[in-house]
């Protein structure tokens, strides 16, 4: 398995209905950190309940692990694995340039999304059973642009915008030990270095963006992520910290 991370296991599976799903339901019996691949998934679902394309050929997997931070500092691996994703990919492809980090938990390639981010965690005494961290990358093929909302970012896949070619079981191997050494960073010194990171490869940052949190939208120059990963915008009120919320360029 390569580099493959030391203590960390794998699971690859024909087919799943989601990766997360299962994740919750083989936590209790896992002895360590473990990634769960499936190569069909039958009940994808992104943020908000919202439903994930996943054809075929395309990456989805979930690393389920055992935090021991408080549950809002284990949040924080959203930009963790946003930044291993990006590390992965660069690794792949040799193109630097290409890829781009969106506030919450996407990444894009030459601007279109590529991948996404779903975190779910189960609760234990005021602290986490376990933290998920699904992933889905569009390494084959893009869904249809009419599954997503008219102001979306339209998606793309790696085949098409890189000419790279990565089997799911190939990028696996090259996303666990980028994302083994983002997480030992994490570990070791805190969000500190993962924001100054993240902030370094974001995108439309300094630029005007629209947050749409649920209860309001929100329009302004994207400013930085603070301490503690919500978006900074500067509005014509002040600026504003958002915790959540869907971006739109």
Request: hydrophobic fraction near 45%.
């Amino acid at each position: 398995m390569g580099d493959w991370p030391e203590g960390v296991d794998r699971r690859v599976l024909e087919s799943v209905d989601s990766t997360n799903a299962e994740a919750a339901r083989i936590a209790p019996g896992l002895a360590g950190p473990c990634w769960i691949m499936a190569l069909r998934q039958t009940a994808a679902r992104g943020r908000r309940g919202r439903a994930w394309a996943n054809p075929q050929g395309n990456f989805a997997a979930t690393l389920v692990l055992r935090p021991t931070e408080p549950p809002a500092q284990a949040a924080l691996r959203s930009f963790v694995a946003a930044l291993a994703l990006r590390d992965a990919l660069v690794t792949l492809t040799g193109q630097e340039a290409a890829f781009r980090l969106k506030w919450p938990n996407d990444v894009l390639v030459n601007g279109g999304k590529l991948a996404g981010i779903l975190l779910e965690s189960a609760g234990q005494g005021g602290g986490m059973a376990h933290l998920a961290i699904g992933i889905g990358v569009n390494l084959a093929r893009a869904p249809a642009a009419a599954l997503l909302g008219p102001e979306a970012v339209p998606p793309a896949s790696l085949a098409a915008e890189t000419g790279v070619n990565v089997t799911p079981l190939q990028f696996l191997e090259t996303l666990a030990p980028a994302y083994d050494r983002r997480e030992r960073q994490f570990v070791t010194y805190g969000f500190a270095p993962i924001r100054t990171a993240w902030l370094a490869h974001a995108a439309r940052l300094g630029a005007p963006v629209t947050a749409r949190t649920g209860r309001e939208t929100l329009t302004g120059t994207f400013e930085t992520v603070d301490e503690t990963g919500n978006l900074l915008l500067k509005t014509g009120d002040g600026r504003r910290a958002i915790p959540a919320a869907d971006v739109f360029f």
